[in-house]
T-cell receptor, first 114, second 108 residues
Framework: GAGVSQSPSNKVTEKGKDVELRCDPISGHTALYWYRQRLGQGLEFLIYFQGNSAPDKSGLPSDRFSAERTGESVSTLTIQRTQQEDSAVYLC????????????FGPGTRLTVL | GIQVEQSPPDLILQEGANSTLRCNFSDSVNNLQWFHQNPWGQLINLFYIPSGTKQNGRLSATTVATERYSLLYISSSQTTDSGVYFCAVGNNFNKFYFGSGTKLNVKP
């Protein structure tokens, strides 16, 4: 595709529900990154994929957060038993091969937990 | 992890003015990027500049990797330049670290 796409663009959920956020990277980009951005703040690194493997999961805030990637393409970030502090914009980026190369961002998913 | 500090945190300019934004980082890096986050939240790539100097229109950037800083220059600012400017650095462990940003407001 032309760029990184994410869906849904907005998600409102009730506390305690599970949510799934999707990211489609640029075709051919083997590296994929998830970030969280709280209102008025910078970006917080969550997890990185190289192909379908996630060598570094240390940025995930708790065991309620998980992510997977299939076919070296689409990735899903799952948040279980959502809490109000999970409310944020979740951004996905991809780059060719590794962090040596330029990363490109999707438009983000705005998550609101009521 | 790598500490990334951006300054100033806030900047107000009159249209047509020039400005310099700074990014300091605490360790050696293999990637440095500048982004502009527009009012709709989209992150726009400005420069991929782990070292050296680049120019793109009214914007230019310089990274001095040995001294662990990068500068973003905006000349003849326009109202459309408003938003938040982020510096991000990457290391050998394939993580990226973002600064907290410089919020720019260009007034007509």
């Amino acid at each position: 595709g032309a760029g990184v796409s994410q869906s849904p663009s907005n998600k409102v959920t009730e506390k305690g529900k599970d949510v799934e956020l999707r990211c489609d990277p640029i075709s051919g980009h083997t590296a994929l990154y998830w970030y969280r951005q709280r209102l008025g703040q910078g970006l917080e690194f969550l997890i990185y994929f190289q192909g379908n493997s996630a060598p570094d999961k240390s940025g995930l805030p708790s065991d309620r957060f998980s992510a997977e990637r299939t076919g070296e393409s689409v990735s899903t970030l799952t948040i279980q038993r959502t809490q109000q502090e999970d409310s944020a914009v979740y951004l996905c980026a991809s780059s060719f091969m590794s962090s040596y190369n330029e990363q490109f961002f999707g438009p983000g998913t705005r998550l609101t937990v009521l | 992890g790598i500490q990334v500090e951006q300054s100033p945190p806030d900047l107000i300019l009159q249209e047509g003015a020039n400005s310099t934004l700074r990014c300091n980082f605490s360790d050696s890096v293999n990637n440095l990027q500048w982004f502009h986050q527009n009012p709709w939240g989209q992150l726009i790539n400005l420069f991929y500049i782990p070292s050296g100097t680049k120019q793109n229109g009214r914007l230019s950037a310089t990274t001095v990797a040995t001294e662990r800083y990068s500068l973003l220059y905006i000349s003849s600012s326009q109202t459309t330049d408003s938003g938040v400017y982020f510096c991000a650095v990457g290391n050998n462990f394939n993580k990226f670290y973002f600064g907290s940003g410089t919020k720019l407001n260009v007034k007509p």
